[in-house]
């Protein structure tokens, strides 16, 4: 499927969401890849507002990390082999306590360490829902926001 399938079966706006939603869980679809196609295909002029694209796709985002992140939250909770490993991990990142959040925020923004593996580790860490929620949203927005501009700043 391509980025224009995509928004002529759902719209620009659901599009957005949608691919935002699915590029969190399945590491071969791009949401950077579909915001450069629709940016480059609309132009991203006046008609097509780039907050609200840049806001649905964020929350796309958040919403497809979420269930990982409850999911990873609950194996703290199992008996395991893990578990005394996770356990330190903890207490050591408890020493720095904007450590976990400031990781979580570069790896939204830049990628690196990998987004998919911080946002899960963050359940495991326990790293709290509404903090969490608060700074995969913003960091994913600035990054997509980035990119549109970006985009439609070297297509010019």
């Not at 995509?6 to 579909?34: E, M, N, Q, R, T």
């Not at 796309?60 to 330190?88: E, M, S, W």
């Amino acid at each position: 499927m391509t980025a224009h399938s995509i928004v002529a079966a759902l719209g620009i706006y659901a599009g957005a969401f949608v691919v935002g939603a699915i590029s969190s869980v399945v590491p071969l679809v791009s949401i950077d890849v579909f915001l450069v196609g629709i940016t480059l295909a609309t132009g991203m002029t006046g008609a097509v507002p780039i907050a609200l694209i840049v806001i649905l796709a964020a929350a796309g985002q958040l919403a497809g990390k979420l269930p990982i992140y409850f999911a990873t939250r609950g194996v703290v909770a199992l008996p395991g082999p893990h578990r005394a490993r996770i356990d330190r991990l903890r207490a050591r990142l408890a020493r720095w306590q904007r450590a976990p959040h400031l990781v979580l925020a570069t790896s939204a923004v830049v990628g690196l360490p990998p987004f998919s593996f911080v946002a899960t580790a963050a359940g495991a860490l326990a790293i709290r829902v509404q903090p969490f929620c608060l700074v995969v949203f913003a960091g994913r927005a600035l990054r997509f926001a980035l990119v549109i501009v970006a985009t439609a700043l070297t297509a010019r």
